[in-house]
């Protein structure tokens, strides 16, 4: 029993990999809709760190496998297992939109062929995240075989994910029409809160021949209400100064989107250690 921190790596590298993927689509939009290269320029140099995040992500991954020489016997079976299916759409969603950053990094990509090949990356991102939920659709693990699971993966790249292309475009220095991204995210922390009581109510439910899944976490109640206010506090640094008709600034964003991390990693904490199996044994 615990809050699951001893998954950590899996912890960081679903939370911070879906962020990038939000991020990317959002970013991305920016960079479509931008008129001026030089202006797209500048927006192509913030999205390093896009891909500075994923590398970090990746990195925690391997760290789970214990060696990286492991990393590929998991692909051994793509097609026919969800954890191949993750790290194959993970692989290619961060090489598909590296090589994108790098060719525009560079100056040498087509306009045309930069918006396909950018909007094909922000897909391959969403492909990545649906291939994260299928991993942990295991008919054994009750506490994770339902819709919460997909759902909130999903709100974890509509809440950070925004707030962290924000981020980047302010840090760029271009004018950005926040006020419909904030507006996704601020609905996703109400879904993911909703999420969160239905969820609960239903682990008294679920229980194996010795354990019921509701005294996993004991904590489960009051880490939960930390993790709604971490991401209310950071959701706030961005949406307050555009209530008051100012623009954000960038140490406040920067804040926010560690508020908004930190409370997706302990909700994914606690997700972890939901880990149940249905019959005699039980692991969390």
């Given at each position: ?24 689509i959002?970013?991305g ?6 008129k001026?290269?030089?202006?797209r320029?500048r ?31 998991s ?18 969603f ?16 087509p ?24 991993v942990?659709?295991?008919?054994t693990?009750p ?14 790249m ?43 109510l239903s ?49 406040g964003?920067?804040l ?14 606690l ?14």
């Amino acid at each position: 029993m615990g809050s699951g921190w001893h998954e950590w790596p899996l912890v960081l590298f679903t939370v911070l990999g879906q962020c990038v993927a939000g991020a990317l689509i959002v970013s991305g939009l920016g960079w479509v809709a931008a008129k001026d290269d030089v202006v797209r320029q500048r927006i192509v140099r913030s999205m390093f760190f896009l891909w500075l995040v994923m590398g970090i992500a990746f990195l925690a991954s391997v760290m789970h496998l214990g060696s990286p020489l492991r990393a590929f016997n998991s692909l051994n079976r793509v097609g026919e297992s969800a954890l191949s299916n993750e790290i194959a759409s993970g692989s290619l969603f961060f090489a598909v939109g590296g090589l994108w950053w790098l060719v525009a990094f560079l100056g040498k990509m087509p306009a045309a062929l930069g918006k396909i090949w950018l909007l094909v990356s922000m897909l391959l991102g969403v492909v990545f995240v649906w291939a994260m939920t299928n991993v942990y659709q295991i008919d054994t693990v009750p506490t994770w075989y339902n819709g919460y699971t997909t759902v909130a993966f999903f709100m974890t790249m509509l809440l950070s994910g925004p707030l962290f292309a924000a981020l980047l475009l302010r840090a760029a220095g271009v004018p950005f029409n926040a006020n419909v991204f904030a507006g996704i995210s601020v609905l996703a922390l109400l879904v993911s809160a909703g999420v969160i009581v239905l969820q609960g109510l239903s682990l008294g439910t679920i229980h194996s021949s010795v354990q019921f899944a509701n005294a996993l976490v004991p904590d489960y109640g009051r880490l939960q209400v930390w993790r709604i206010v971490l991401l209310a506090a950071g959701l706030g640094c961005w949406i307050c100064p555009l209530i008051r008709r100012k623009n954000p600034h960038a140490a406040g964003l920067a804040l926010g989107l560690i508020l908004v991390l930190a409370g997706e990693i302990i909700g994914r904490g606690l997700f972890y250690g939901l880990h149940m199996t249905v019959g005699m044994a039980v692991a969390g």
